[in-house]
């Protein structure tokens, strides 16, 4: 074998060289993969450096070897990713080997997707430009309805469905399987756009038509749009198709159909816009950046959680944090779970919906309904309240629509029990629920919600950090430990964001940063540092005060003093400590101190914010006993202590926007 590739090799190289001694016009190709050919491959290329980075799918049974997604750094134009390309191709004739372009990106990021062997895999890292490659990697459809009543905050008028609106000012992009637009249901309210992007079917000798295979993506435009069994009947939807007729599609395919809708986008504006991925695949670096640059352009995305009964951190889309992940829950509001499988859960789990035996379009028929579980359908239902949100606050951002619908959330109803007891205090406790009628709730209300990180090693000093999206705002950091050994958190900046740092202390199990993270907020907000240990950390006197951090070199964090919210807004510290304060500058904003003392021997105490004044600090004040921690629960925060006879204080920061005809507190 290795002697018919010489000898082609060969032909071509001669062919090439009577091409040049002919003086007739060759192409660059030709020129590029003469070059190659003859080059001595002794000598190192010019712009050496060091081989790119080669990542791949985490779930080996959703690998696929052969195929790559080659991704070219930032900055790097159209005509180097064609000229990389090529070069590719040079490279690899010259061993004899064939490679295959399937695809180029020039939208969420550029590069191209490429069929080669892995053995072509060590020249491609060292290509000029490549930033990284990622093997291809299958995504699933995650189907596992009842009553729309279950959304519905006002229940007045027994088995009618009646949302505060239709959602029909917001366009939806599902990307599916194929969908069968003659079904009643979806009738002129869903197009099929003519993008299809799916492989092969596996184990079938006859693949099937489109047309013969859309019950998945049928029964989610159902959900979100059908007349009877739509959450936002009016909201228009658009099919693009990256799912095969098993419900399986590819990591490319995804991000060329995302990169079909920003085109489509370009050229034919629609604002507000919702794009569903009712799907996951393993972890993958490239689908969560071209997600998060589509939200950056002002896109909401909505994802499946999965339905692997697993941490939906593992999963892409599920774990891009400026995706809305969705998990399912059943008729009782618990986690669904059917068998062996169910909903992924996790701190990358933004809010959970309907997800159990959901009724809609069947597509056996025009006229048939069937139904589906799973995390798809759940992930539909907030589509639906998305529409329905976003109808009558169209220029909300993504950060601002998630802060509505945790507001507008049913909590507190998922029994933490049936949660894995690693994710429990981390799994967001809300059920996806459509506002109430009568509610006048707008983008620009403060609103906060808390972003738990990972939990840290056990090391002693070892870190971890939460990270709110780039829209909202840090207004507090706090940290758990569930020994109670804590070195306590900061605030640090990077790349211009705010990062949450809890460190773990000397003989820690391990440490949780949860970051409050706001949006509506209206002010100028900083954080600012004691300026030397022991002394106390103070805001400019034109400042509000909305939360207060501590950490001590010791190791071990006193929380022993409370914020200081009179004339003087200060953080204090004690000796060999340092606090933050995060501070924030605007006329109409207000905060006050809630506090809750312990009733008895309690390992628990809690303190909430009244109607209309928003959590955004939340910390224990100690009264000889440790505290494990504190963090908030929607408007309630909670502090952990380890018990004794004293136990330990709870305090809130509470603030609001001052309305005129409310009168200032002080």
Not at 13 to 34: K, P, Q
Request: glycine share 8%; proline share 4%; with cysteine.
């Amino acid at each position: 074998m290795k002697s018919v590739v010489t000898v082609c090799c060969l032909s071509f190289l001669l062919g090439l060289v009577a091409l040049v001694e002919s003086d007739e016009d060759y192409t660059e190709d030709e020129e590029m993969i003469l070059s190659l050919i003859l080059q001595d491959d002794t000598q190192p290329e010019a712009e050496s450096r060091p081989p790119a980075q080669f990542y791949r799918c985490t779930k080996d049974a959703w690998r696929m070897p052969g195929q790559y997604i080659v991704v070219m750094r930032n900055g790097t134009h159209v005509n180097q990713v064609e000229r990389t390309a090529r070069r590719l191709r040079a490279k690899a004739a010259k061993r004899g080997y064939l490679i295959e372009i399937l695809q180029t990106y020039s939208g969420a990021f550029h590069g191209f997707l490429v069929k080669m062997s892995s053995d072509v895999l060590h020249m491609a890292v060292k290509l000029p430009h490549v930033e990284y490659i990622e093997e291809d990697s299958s995504i699933f459809a995650q189907s596992i309805p009842w009553n729309l009543q279950r959304i519905l905050q006002n229940k007045h008028e027994s088995g009618k469905y009646s949302p505060p609106n239709d959602g029909a000012k917001v366009g939806v992009y599902l990307l599916d399987t194929s969908v069968q637009v003659t079904h009643r249901e979806i009738e002129d309210r869903v197009m099929v756009t003519d993008f299809n992007s799916v492989p092969e079917e596996d184990g079938v000798r006859v693949h099937r038509q489109a047309s013969q295979c859309d019950s998945h993506g049928t029964h989610i435009a159902g959900v979100v749009s059908g007349r009877d069994s739509g959450v936002a009947r009016g909201a228009s939807v658009n099919g693009v198709r990256v799912l095969n007729c098993q419900g399986k599609g590819t990591v490319s395919g995804a991000l060329a159909g995302l990169e079909y809708i920003q085109s489509s986008l370009m050229s034919q504006p629609i604002r507000p816009v919702i794009i569903l991925l009712p799907f996951v695949g393993g972890f993958s670096r490239t689908l969560n950046a071209a997600c998060r640059k589509m939200v950056e352009s002002g896109t909401v995305l909505i994802a499946a959680a999965g339905n692997y009964n697993d941490d939906a951190c593992l999963y892409s889309p599920a774990s891009e944090p400026e995706v809305i992940t969705v998990g399912a829950v059943n008729f009782a509001d618990q986690p669904l779970s059917t068998g062996t499988t169910g909903t992924n859960v996790g701190r990358c789990v933004d809010v959970f919906a309907p997800g159990d035996d959901i009724i809609s379009a069947s597509s056996d028929c025009s006229t048939c309904f069937t139904t589906k579980s799973g995390t798809s359908q759940a992930a539909a239902h907030v589509v639906g309240i998305a529409a329905v949100l976003l109808n009558r606050s169209p220029n909300s951002s993504s950060a601002e629509l998630l802060q509505q619908l945790l507001h507008h959330s049913v909590r507190n109803v998922i029994n933490p029990e049936s949660l894995p007891l690693n994710h429990r205090l981390s799994t967001p406790n809300v059920v996806a629920a459509l506002p109430d009628s009568t509610s006048t709730l707008i983008g620009e209300d403060l609103l906060c919600r808390s972003v738990w990180s990972e939990r840290s090693a056990v090391k002693g000093f070892a870190t971890t950090t939460a990270r709110c999206r780039h829209s909202e705002e840090m207004l507090s950091c706090s940290s758990f430990s569930q020994n109670g050994v804590i070195a306590g958190e900061r605030v640090e900046e990077r790349d211009g964001q705010k990062e949450c740092v809890a460190v773990n202390g000397n003989g820690g199990h391990g440490v949780f940063a949860i970051a409050r993270c706001c949006t509506g907020h209206k002010a100028q907000c900083q954080m600012l540092e004691s300026p030397e240990r022991g002394e106390d950390a103070d805001c400019p006197p034109d400042h509000q005060l909305t939360g207060c951090s501590y950490s001590s070199s010791s190791g071990d964090v006193s929380y022993s003093d409370r914020p200081l919210h009179g004339s003087r807004r200060a953080c204090p510290a004690k000796r060999g400590e340092m606090s933050y304060a995060s501070c924030c500058h605007t006329s109409s904003l207000e905060c006050r101190l809630k506090e809750q003392d312990p009733t008895g021997v309690s390992e628990q105490v809690k303190v909430s914010c009244e109607d209309s004044w928003t959590l955004t600090g939340c910390q224990g004040l100690s009264s000889g006993s440790g505290v494990r921690g504190a963090f908030a629960l929607g408007n309630t925060c909670v502090v952990h202590t380890a018990g004794g006879d004293k136990g330990a204080a709870a305090i809130a920061t509470c603030c609001r926007h001052r309305t005129t005809h409310q009168p200032s507190e002080h």
